[in-house]
Nanobody
């Protein structure tokens, strides 16, 4: 139905930066929220950031606020997560999420982010 593909993950030293991208394809529609979640081994999935269709409303987990910035380019059906001042605790698989007003949700396959000390 809707396919989400994340990219941009990798290995980075503490204090470094990465930019994740999430490209949506297949079934397309407007007025959907996009977000990022992450999951470390042995831990529950946690919310990271979200952005509404217009980009006028953004939300961040307390653990990343001030360091991460979420944005989107609707013409490219793509969301981004700029991650600065990365910490070892940021190490996780990062998943892109699309949430429609209808309640339907779609998930990407995830991209690994590893932050070394």
């Amino acid at each position: 139905q809707v396919q989400l593909v994340e990219s941009g993950g990798g290995l980075v030293q503490a204090g470094g930066s990465l930019r994740l991208s999430c490209k949506a394809s297949g079934r397309t529609f407007s007025s959907y929220t996009m977000g990022w979640f992450r999951q470390a081994p042995g831990k529950e999935r946690e919310f990271v950031a979200a952005i509404n269709w217009s980009g006028g409303n953004t939300y961040y987990a307390d653990s990343v606020k001030g360091r991460f910035t979420i944005s989107r380019n609707n013409a490219k059906n793509t969301a981004y997560l700029q991650m600065n001042t990365l910490k070892p605790d940021d190490t996780a698989v990062y998943y892109c999420n699309v949430h429609r007003q209808s309640g339907n949700e779609y998930w990407g396959q995830g991209t690994q982010v590893t932050v070394s000390s």
